[in-house]
C-alpha cells in the first residue's frame, strides 16, 4: 500500500465524467422529466418586511390548467425548514421577511398555466418597518425580523479567545486599526435549483434533487413536513454546480409539499436564474473591524477582531459559518493574544447561507488587509512581515489549536516568492504600456477541511463486484462538478488493481447508497475516499481469499488483482473476477466501510458557543499572487496574473487539483472586481445575468497553480481537501497589487473602477 | 405582416431577451428577403446590408482594412455568439445608448437606408438615432442597409469601449474617432462620437472643433476631452455612476496619444 500513496491516478487520463459531459449526455436533475409531470412555481413575496393581509387563490385556481394552489393553511409538521436552528417556513403564514420569501405553491400541467396561475394569486400585504444594515438591526430600536424571538435579531454570537489581547495591544510598539467589508456574492452554478417528486401509493416519498446533501435533506424535509424521514427517498445525480447554493433545501420542502397534495403525480419545480437571484442563498456580506499589533520588530503580538454577519431573515447555516470565519479571523499566523468576537444579525436581505470559503471569504481578505496596513507602518514589505509570522507544524494557531505536521503557509509563501511572476515582477511593472499602471500582491492563505469538532464529519461506502465481474461503487457524496466522483472511480480502480472503465460509479441515491454527510467543507473526497479505500482493501482482501480456493494457493496475500482478475505470481496461474464473482451471492459481493475525520483531541477552552464545528484539525494552506493592470484613463482593473500556490497533502490528480484551484480563484476575482448584487431596501437590483456580472474568460488570465510537496497521513493517499482554498487569494492580493499600482488601499470589496479612478486622481491631480 | 403588429426580427439577440416575460410576442423574420444581406462595393463606398451578421462584417476584408473603428466596434459587441446571430440592423434598431456600432457608424458618417412597399429613403445615422430605443423608422419601414462612404486612406480610426468586464458588457462608455491629419501631423478634420453618455450615441462637435490645426497633443487631447464633458448628458446607472461617466469622458480622448 505504500507504494500506492505516491501513485497518483494515470496523469493525463480525462477524468471520468469528462466525454459525457462535453457530448452533453450527462444526465442532471434538470433533465429528468418523466412524461405527465406537473410542474410547481413559487408565488415570491416581492416586499422585504410585510404581514400577509390577505392571500386570495381562487382566481388562481380557477386558470385553466392549474392543478392545485397550495398555501400555508396546506403545509403539515412544523413549516420550518432549516440545518440546525429551523426558522425558515417552507410557505409563509403571516409574515415575509424578505422578497423572495414564498407565500403560495401553484401546482400546473404546463408552462403557460403555471405563470398565468402565479400572476393570479391575489396577495396583500401591511407594510413593517424593515432593516438591511446587521449593525443596525443589532441596535435597541430595530425592527424585529423574528418578532417573539428571545434574543431579538441577534441569532449568533461568540467569542474566541487567547491570552489577554486588550492587555497586550496596549504594550504593543505598533497597532494597526481598520474596517473591512465584504459583499453578498451569488454562486452563479450553471445549473439552477431544481427538482422532482413524486409520492407512491406506498406513501413513500421519492424525490431528484439537485442537492449537496440528499441524507440530510430527508430530514429536513420530514421535520418540515411531519413526515417520516425513512419514507424519502433522494437520488442526487452529477449536479451543474453548486458552491454551497444546494447545501440546504431549495426546492425540496416545497415539491415534497406538492408531491403529499397530489399523490402519484410527478411533480417538476425548476428555478430561472432570476428566481435564483431573489429566493437562493447568499455569501453572507460582513463587516470586520480588526485591531493589529506588532512589535517594533515585526513580531506579531496581538488581534482584536470583530466579525458582524448579514444572516438575512433566517439562520441558515449563518452561526457554523460566522464559526469558521473567527477561526480563520488571525489568518495563517502565529498570534500570542487574541480576541475574535462574532455576531450574526437577521435583517430582511436576502438569506445567507453557505458558499465555497464558508465565512473564510470574508475573514481573510479582513486579517491579510491588517496585515498590509501593518506591514506599511513598519515601513516592510508585505510578504517578509507574513513569513516572519507565519505559523509552522506545531504551534498554536490563533484559537489555540496546535498546528498538524505538514507543509507549511512559510513554503507556500516561499514558493511564490522564487516563481518568475514574483521574481520578474519589477521589469513587467516598469514594461507597463502607455496608461498602465501595473501592481503585483502576495498573500497568505487558509482553509479548514471538515466539520470540525461536534459534529461528525463522516462517510460510508459501498462497493460491488457485480456477477460481470467489474465493480460498482456507490458514492455518497454528491459531485458538483468538483471530480469527486471522478476521483473515486480513480482510487478504486488502482485499489483493486483493474482499469477505470471497470469500475461504475452510482451517484448518491439514500435507497441504494449508505450515508455521507454533504458534499461541503473541502471533506469530501477525503472522507468518503478515507472510507472508499478501507472498503476497497476488504474488497481485495476477500477476493484474493476467494480466488485462492480456486487457484489452491495456501498463501492468499502472495495473490494480486489484476486487470479483470486475480492472479498467482508464482504460477501465473489467473482467475477471472466474472468467475469469481459467479460462486459469490450478492451479499458477499458487497464491501462496505465507514470513516470518521480525526479531531482535534484537545480542544482550548473558548468558542463555548459553538457546539458545532468547533475547532478544526486540518487545514490547507496556500499563497496567492496576483498581478493587476490598472487603466488610467477609465480605472479599470485587469488580472492579468494569478498564481496559486498550496501545500494540500499529497496530489492525487493534478489535473483535479488545478481545476479546482482555478475555478475557486476565478470565484474569488468575481468578488474582487466583478460582482456585485446592488442591494436596495432588501431588492436585488442585479438580479439576473446581464447585471451580476461574473468574469468571462476574457476576464481571467491563465491561472498557475503550483502544489506542493506535502502529505497528509490521515487522508486517503495522502491528500488533504482543496476545493475552498483558492477562493480566499484574488481578493486580498488583487486590493494589494491595486496599492502597489495605484496606491489604492481598499478597505472593501468589490473593486470598483470608479473607485480606482479616484485613486488615480489622486496621484496626477 | 408588419401591419398585423409583427416585430421585424433581424437576429434577434436583443428582440427576444424581453421575450421570455413577455410571452407571445409575435416576429417577422426578414431572413430571406433579397438585398438584406450581405456586403457590397458600390460607387461610393460599401453598402452593409441590414442582415449582415456582425461576425461576417467583423471578418470582412475592406470592413477590417478601411474601416477600422467599425471592426474594433463590433469586435467588443457582447459574445461571439451573439456576433454570429446579431444584425447590424438590428443593432441600429435597437437605439440603444449603449450600442456598440453607433459611435463607430457616427464618425463614419454612415447613411442609413430604410424600405418600405412605398419605396425607400436615406437618413445619416444621426438623424436616425432619436432616443432610447426610439429611431425614425416609419409604419411599415425596415432598415434595408447601411451605407458608408470609405474615409482617405490615411484617416486614424479608434474606437474604444469601456465596459465593466471584456465580453458581454453594456458599455459605461465609448468613444470613436475619426482623425485626418496632415503630413505635418496637424488635424485637418476630426470626428468624435460618444455612446452610453447621452440618450443616443452622439458625435461631439464642440470637442471636434477643438483638434483642427493642431497636433494630437496631450493638451489638445484634454481640450477636447473638456468639452466633451458638456456636450454630454450622462446618467447613473447598476454599471457606473453619472460622476464616473462624466469624469472618464473627459480622459478618453488621451487614448488617441497611442495612435501611430
Redesign the interface.
Known amino acids: 500500500m505504500d507504494a500506492d500513496r505516491d501513485k497518483g491516478a494515470s496523469p493525463g487520463a480525462p477524468r471520468v465524467d469528462a466525454l459525457d459531459k462535453a457530448c452533453g449526455r450527462q444526465r442532471y436533475a434538470a433533465d429528468e422529466t418523466p412524461p405527465g409531470c406537473l410542474l410547481a412555481g413559487v408565488k415570491r413575496a416581492g416586499i422585504p418586511h410585510g404581514r400577509i393581509v390577505r392571500l386570495d387563490t381562487a382566481a388562481a385556481r380557477a386558470v385553466p390548467g392549474v392543478v392545485t394552489v397550495l398555501t400555508r393553511a396546506d403545509v403539515p409538521g412544523t413549516n420550518r425548514q432549516g440545518i440546525v436552528h429551523k426558522d425558515q417556513p417552507v410557505l409563509c403564514g403571516q409574515r415575509v421577511r424578505h422578497h423572495g420569501d414564498p407565500v403560495a405553491l401553484v401546482v400546473a400541467e404546463n408552462k403557460d398555466a403555471l405563470a398565468a396561475g402565479l400572476a393570479a394569486v391575489e396577495v396583500a400585504f401591511e407594510a413593517l418597518p424593515a432593516v438591511f444594515d446587521p449593525e443596525e438591526a443589532l441596535s435597541p430600536n430595530a425592527p424585529l425580523v423574528h418578532p417573539d424571538r428571545e434574543g431579538g435579531n441577534l441569532l449568533a454570537h461568540g467569542l474566541m479567545e487567547k491570552g489577554d489581547a486588550e492587555s497586550a495591544l496596549a504594550g504593543c510598539d505598533v497597532v494597526v486599526a481598520g474596517r473591512f467589508a465584504t459583499p453578498a456574492q451569488d454562486h452563479v452554478s450553471l445549473e439552477p435549483p431544481n427538482g422532482l417528486a413524486r409520492l407512491a401509493p406506498s406513501g413513500r416519498l421519492t424525490m431528484v434533487v439537485s442537492t449537496q446533501a440528499p441524507f440530510r435533506d430527508r430530514f429536513e424535509i420530514a421535520q418540515a413536513l411531519g413526515l417520516d424521514p425513512q419514507r424519502i427517498r433522494i437520488r442526487a445525480p452529477y449536479l451543474g454546480g453548486g458552491f454551497g447554493g444546494k447545501d440546504g433545501a431549495t426546492v425540496q420542502c416545497l415539491l415534497a409539499l406538492a408531491a403529499l397534495r397530489l399523490p402519484g403525480r410527478w411533480i417538476k419545480m425548476a428555478w430561472s436564474r432570476e428566481e435564483t437571484f431573489l429566493a437562493g442563498y447568499k455569501r453572507h456580506a460582513a463587516v470586520m473591524d480588526i485591531r493589529l499589533g506588532a512589535r517594533a520588530d515585526g513580531t506579531l503580538e496581538a488581534i482584536a477582531c470583530a466579525m458582524c454577519f448579514d444572516a438575512g431573515p433566517y439562520a441558515h447555516l449563518s452561526g457554523e459559518i460566522m464559526e469558521l470565519g473567527m477561526e480563520h479571523a488571525g489568518g495563517p499566523y502565529r498570534i500570542p493574544h487574541v480576541r475574535i468576537e462574532g455576531s450574526c444579525a437577521y435583517t430582511n436581505n436576502p438569506v445567507g447561507g453557505a458558499f465555497r470559503g464558508f465565512g473564510v471569504v470574508q475573514a481573510c481578505f479582513a486579517v491579510e488587509r491588517a496585515m498590509d496596513m501593518l506591514a506599511r507602518r513598519l515601513g516592510r514589505a508585505p510578504e517578509s512581515l507574513r513569513l516572519q509570522n507565519a505559523l509552522r507544524p506545531g504551534e498554536t494557531s490563533a484559537v489555540g489549536v496546535a498546528a498538524e505536521p505538514g507543509t507549511d503557509v512559510a513554503a507556500c509563501l516561499n514558493a511564490a516568492l522564487a516563481h518568475p511572476l514574483w521574481t520578474g515582477r519589477e521589469a513587467w511593472k516598469q514594461a507597463a504600456p502607455a496608461f498602465t499602471r501595473r501592481g503585483v500582491g502576495l498573500v497568505a492563505v487558509q482553509n479548514a477541511m471538515g466539520y470540525g469538532r461536534g459534529l461528525p464529519d463522516h462517510a460510508t461506502a459501498k462497493l460491488e463486484l457485480t456477477r460481470q465481474g467489474t465493480f460498482r461503487l456507490y458514492n455518497s457524496v454528491p459531485d458538483m462538478g468538483q471530480g469527486n466522483a471522478a476521483a473515486f472511480v480513480a482510487m478504486a480502480a488502482q485499489a483493486l488493481g483493474q482499469p477505470e472503465a471497470a469500475v461504475a460509479c452510482v451517484q448518491p441515491d439514500t435507497a441504494a447508497c449508505p450515508p455521507a454527510g454533504s458534499s461541503s467543507a473541502s471533506r469530501t473526497v477525503y472522507t468518503f475516499g478515507n472510507a472508499l479505500l478501507r472498503a476497497c482493501r476488504t474488497m481485495a482482501e476477500k477476493l484474493r481469499n476467494r480466488a485462492a480456493l480456486a487457484l489452491l494457493c495456501d498463501t492468499p496475500d502472495r495473490l494480486v488483482l489484476t486487470p479483470g482478475g486475480v492472479s498467482d505470481p508464482a504460477t501465473g496461474r489467473f482467475v477471472p473476477l466474472s468467475v469469481l464473482a459467479g460462486f459469490l451471492i450478492r451479499d458477499d459481493r458487497i464491501c462496505i466501510d465507514q470513516f470518521v475525520m480525526p479531531v482535534v483531541e484537545n480542544p482550548p477552552d473558548t468558542g463555548r458557543e459553538f457546539k458545532l464545528g468547533f475547532p478544526h484539525r486540518y487545514f490547507t494552506y496556500g499563497a496567492c499572487l496576483c498581478g493587476v493592470e490598472a487603466d488610467e484613463l477609465t480605472g479599470r482593473v485587469r488580472l492579468v496574473q494569478c498564481l496559486l500556490t498550496v501545500a494540500c497533502g499529497k496530489v492525487f490528480t493534478l489535473a483535479g487539483v488545478e481545476q479546482q484551484l482555478a475555478g475557486a480563484a476565478a470565484q474569488g476575482a468575481g468578488l474582487a472586481l466583478f460582482e456585485e448584487l446592488a442591494l436596495e431596501g432588501g431588492r436585488i437590483r442585479a438580479g439576473d445575468l446581464s447585471t451580476y456580472l461574473i468574469p468571462t474568460s476574457l476576464d481571467l488570465p491563465d491561472i498557475d497553480c503550483l502544489p506542493l510537496p506535502d502529505d497528509e497521513p490521515s487522508g486517503p493517499l495522502g491528500i488533504k481537501g482543496m476545493g475552498e482554498v483558492g477562493i480566499h487569494g484574488p481578493g486580498p492580493a488583487v486590493a494589494q497589487a491595486l496599492f502597489d499600482a495605484v496606491g489604492l488601499d481598499a478597505a472593501s470589496l468589490p473593486i470598483t473602477p470608479e473607485v480606482v479612478l479616484a485613486a488615480l486622481e489622486e496621484l496626477t491631480p | 405582416m408588419l401591419d398585423d403588429g409583427l416585430s421585424p426580427m433581424a437576429g434577434g439577440t436583443d428582440l427576444l431577451?424581453p421575450g421570455r416575460k413577455a410571452?407571445g410576442r409575435g416576429v417577422a423574420l426578414l431572413e430571406g428577403l433579397p438585398g438584406l444581406d450581405g456586403v457590397a462595393m458600390t460607387a461610393q463606398g460599401l453598402r452593409l446590408g441590414a442582415l449582415a451578421s456582425l461576425a461576417a462584417l467583423e471578418r470582412h476584408p475592406v470592413i477590417r482594412e478601411r474601416l477600422p473603428v467599425l471592426a474594433q466596434a463590433i469586435a467588443c459587441l457582447g459574445?461571439p455568439l451573439i456576433r454570429n446571430m446579431g444584425t447590424m440592423g438590428g443593432n441600429l434598431v435597437t437605439a440603444s445608448p449603449a450600442g456598440d456600432t453607433l459611435p463607430a457608424l457616427l464618425v463614419l458618417e454612415a447613411v442609413v437606408e430604410l424600405a418600405s412597399r412605398d419605396g425607400r429613403r436615406h437618413l445619416p445615422v444621426a438623424e436616425f438615432l432619436l432616443g432610447p430605443g426610439r429611431t425614425a423608422l416609419g409604419p411599415g419601414e425596415i432598415v434595408a442597409a447601411v451605407r458608408i462612404a470609405l474615409p482617405p486612406p490615411g484617416a486614424s480610426q479608434h474606437f474604444e469601449k469601456?465596459g465593466?468586464?471584456?465580453?458581454?458588457?453594456?458599455a459605461?462608455?465609448s468613444l470613436a474617432a475619426l482623425i485626418v491629419r496632415d503630413e505635418a501631423g496637424r488635424v485637418v478634420e476630426a470626428r468624435l462620437a460618444v455612446g452610453s453618455l447621452a440618450p443616443t450615441a452622439r458625435r461631439c462637435p464642440s470637442a471636434e472643433a477643438a483638434l483642427p490645426g493642431r497636433r494630437l497633443d496631450r493638451e489638445a487631447l484634454l481640450e477636447a476631452g473638456r468639452r466633451i464633458r458638456d456636450e454630454i448628458s450622462p446618467k447613473g446607472d447598476?454599471r457606473?455612476?453619472a460622476a464616473?461617466r462624466r469624469?472618464?469622458a473627459g480622459?478618453?480622448p488621451?487614448?488617441l496619444?497611442?495612435l501611430a
Do not use: K, Q
Not at chain 2, 465593466?164 to 453594456?170: P, V
Open positions: 431577451v410571452a459574445s469601456v465593466r468586464r471584456d465580453a458581454l458588457a453594456i459605461v462608455a447598476l457606473a455612476t464616473y469624469e472618464m480622459r478618453l488621451l487614448r496619444l497611442t
